[in-house]
């Protein structure tokens, strides 16, 4: 487990708090033709109660979020990712499983994880990830509830490589997608415009010249999830429902994704957490 703090902060400040920061960071590795910001994708899991999406709006200090992420465009053979994103407190931890999006279908037809993870990335625990991720699944009769898609720079810290730090922009979404969606560019609400979040992940402390920046820049920790923060806004934008619950458990299409052909739970083996 990590700790992950983030801030919001003002895209007018943006290029002031980065020039502060390069002097101690280099850019992501992972960084493709020279560019310095690349595309998150992602699918958000909930059930029609939308517990994942409560748990966080009532604080509530264990929990945890499923989705897809894909990054980029769709080109080729892209590798995406099934995720559970869990949360104690402030430490962060993941569970991730390999795919090739092209299966994507398959998969969640049969449930097959060993089948479907990618062969360049496998071993047990990928496996077991993804056999965890298919149990939330079936139990907790989860759906796509939002696509949810954003620019991220992202840096590491020249002197520790598990100190990282994002600024993540541009933040758009689709409600109610389908798999298919993970790649699409249409039908994006914009969600908040001129502002940027900002993340650090780190596993202890951070350093003194981080937290200067932090002073500099009178920034201060919030608790933000963009998966409630764009449910949150497509409820504003239908205010005829009296809350967000209603509004996605009265939308069709929430029956249309109902995903009816999935294969019975595996045996938790543990998988509960």
Not at 38 to 54: A, E, G, M, P
Not at 263 to 270: K, N, Q
Request: hydrophobic fraction near 30%.
């Amino acid at each position: 487990m990590r700790l992950e703090y983030k801030y919001l902060i003002s895209n007018s400040i943006l290029p002031h708090i980065r020039q502060d920061l390069l002097p101690y960071v280099t850019y992501d590795k992972h960084l493709q033709n020279g560019n310095q910001d690349y595309t998150v994708r992602s699918i958000y899991f909930d059930n029609r109660k939308l517990d994942y999406f409560y748990d966080k709006i009532e604080g509530i200090k264990t929990r945890k979020k499923l989705r897809i992420r894909g990054y980029n465009f769709k080109q080729g053979k892209n590798l995406i990712f099934l995720e559970i994103k869990k949360k104690c407190e402030n430490h962060v931890y993941k569970n991730r499983s390999p795919l090739l999006f092209e299966n994507i279908n398959q998969l969640f037809e049969t449930g097959d994880v060993e089948r479907f993870v990618s062969d360049q990335y496998r071993n047990d625990k990928s496996v077991d990830d993804g056999k965890r991720f298919f149990y939330h699944f079936i139990n907790k009769s989860l759906r796509p509830i939002v696509l949810v898609v954003y620019e991220r720079e992202a840096f590491s810290c020249k002197f520790d490589d598990r100190l990282r730090i994002t600024f993540d922009m541009n933040l758009r979404y689709h409600p109610f997608p389908s798999m298919e969606d993970l790649y699409s560019d249409e039908h994006l609400y914009k969600v908040l415009i001129n502002r940027t979040i900002l993340e650090i992940k780190f596993n202890r402390n951070k350093p003194t010249w981080l937290q200067n920046i932090i002073n500099k820049y009178q920034l201060s920790r919030q608790s933000l999830s963009k998966y409630v923060i764009c449910l949150d806004d497509y409820s504003k934008r239908h205010p005829l429902n009296d809350n967000i619950r209603s509004a996605f458990t009265n939308h069709s299409l929430l029956g249309n994704n109902s995903l009816e052909s999935v294969p019975a739970a595996p045996s938790p083996g543990g998988m509960e957490q």
